[in-house]
């Protein structure tokens, strides 16, 4: 069954939201970050997307105390992403309270760094952040996707599939923040080339019908945010995916 993994993206103290990554487009919901993970784990959710907006554009992160704030008052496992660039950075992270991080500006900009996380600290650990400006150029976005790299998805992919990657969390960002769908045909192409690598959704989920046809399509998990925020998607309706 696919995994449901709520979003929750943090600027300047404040949960928000972006239409395709553009920082002009950004919507402060009027939600403590705290409050809304007991909401999420009282309905059974067991792992939160927590993304550090403010440490991605500075490159390190910022908003620990949050992720402490959380792993204290939950029983929720933290998967934890923005501006971790080095092993300082993560090692502050899992003291904090996450169980997992995500990283993509260093993957892009020191591979090598990168790759040996995943020795390192563990496959379970450690997940891929690799975005894409949109699936036609199929190039990676960085830096709170505001640079882009003339690397292509599927070359970023190749080199840490073969140095052991087990998880890779990846969004068409033309299809984020605006309700339209996922890129169905995006996720497939990469399970059909890399089949034995858990893949994590995130962009453009709607509604049940597009968690379904994800994990119809055998997707690990899916990341949702602003369906939830704009009161489309409920809670309720994900107790079919929440394991009993």
Known sequence: MIQVIPSIAIRKGRVVKMRKGDPTSE?????????????FEDHGIEVVHLVDLDGAERGSPVNY????????????????????????????????????????SIAVTNPELFASWVMSYGREKITLGADVTDIKSMNLLFRGWQSKSELTLFEHLEYFYSRGLKYVKSTDVSRDGVLEGPAFDFYQSIIDRFPEMCVLASGGIRGVDDIKRLNDMGVFAVIFGKAYYEGILNLQDLEQFLVK
Do not use: M, Q, W
């Open 65 to 104: 105390h949050v992720v402490e704030a959380i792993a204290g008052h939950t029983d929720l496992k933290i998967d934890f992403t923005g501006g971790i660039s080095n092993d300082g950075d993560i090692s502050k992270a899992y003291e904090s309270g996450a169980d997992f991080i995500t990283a993509s």
């Open 27 to 39: 919507k402060a919901y009027d939600e403590n970050p705290l409050d809304l993970a007991k909401r």
